[in-house]
C-alpha cells in the first residue's frame, strides 16, 4: 500500500485554488482497490485487488505523506471507508446502497507495528 501510494502521490497538486487536485481518490469497486490522483494534465491511477465493500474517498496530499511512512513499518494494514457516524466504526459492514453517496465518509487504517 506505501508503495501504491508514493507512486500516485507525486501527481497531487499544490496548487490550492484547485483543491481536489490536492488529493488521491480511493476508490473500491468490485474487488478493485484504485488510487488516482491528477495534476491537471497528467493523471497516475494505481489499482490492485482488495477484498472489501465498495465506496470511495479523497484523501489530501498532505495526509497520504503522513501515512506512508507508518504503511512502511507496518506488519499489516486493513483499509476500510466507512461513514463517520458508523456506530460499529466500520468494522461490521462499510457497504453503500445502490444509488447512494455519501459525503461524510472517512477511510481507516488498522495497523500493526513493525
Given amino acids: 500500500?506505501?508503495?501504491?501510494?508514493?507512486?500516485v502521490l507525486p501527481f497531487t497538486s499544490r496548487d490550492d485554488a484547485r483543491?481536489?487536485?490536492?488529493?488521491v481518490k480511493f476508490e473500491i469497486k468490485d474487488g478493485q482497490l484504485t488510487l488516482v490522483a491528477s495534476?491537471?494534465?497528467?493523471?497516475?491511477?494505481?489499482?490492485?485487488?482488495?477484498?472489501?465493500?465498495?465506496?470511495?474517498?479523497l484523501i489530501h496530499r498532505d495526509g497520504i505523506m503522513?501515512?506512508?511512512p507508518v504503511?512502511?513499518?507496518?506488519?499489516?494494514?486493513?483499509?476500510?471507508?466507512?461513514a463517520e457516524n458508523d456506530p460499529d466504526?466500520?468494522?461490521?459492514?462499510?457497504s453503500l446502497e445502490p444509488?447512494?453517496?455519501?459525503?461524510?465518509a472517512v477511510v481507516g487504517f488498522h495497523t500493526a507495528g513493525g
Fill in 1 to 7: 500500500m506505501a508503495e501504491a501510494l508514493s507512486r
Fill in 19 to 23: 483543491p481536489v487536485l490536492n488529493c
Fill in 39 to 57: 495534476v491537471s494534465y497528467t493523471l497516475a491511477v494505481n489499482s490492485f485487488d482488495l477484498a472489501q465493500d465498495d465506496g470511495e474517498v
Fill in 66 to 68: 503522513e501515512l506512508i
Fill in 71 to 82: 504503511l512502511k513499518r507496518a506488519r499489516w494494514a486493513r483499509l476500510g471507508i466507512v
Fill in 89 to 94: 466504526g466500520g468494522m461490521a459492514s462499510n
Fill in 99 to 104: 444509488g447512494e453517496e455519501r459525503s461524510d
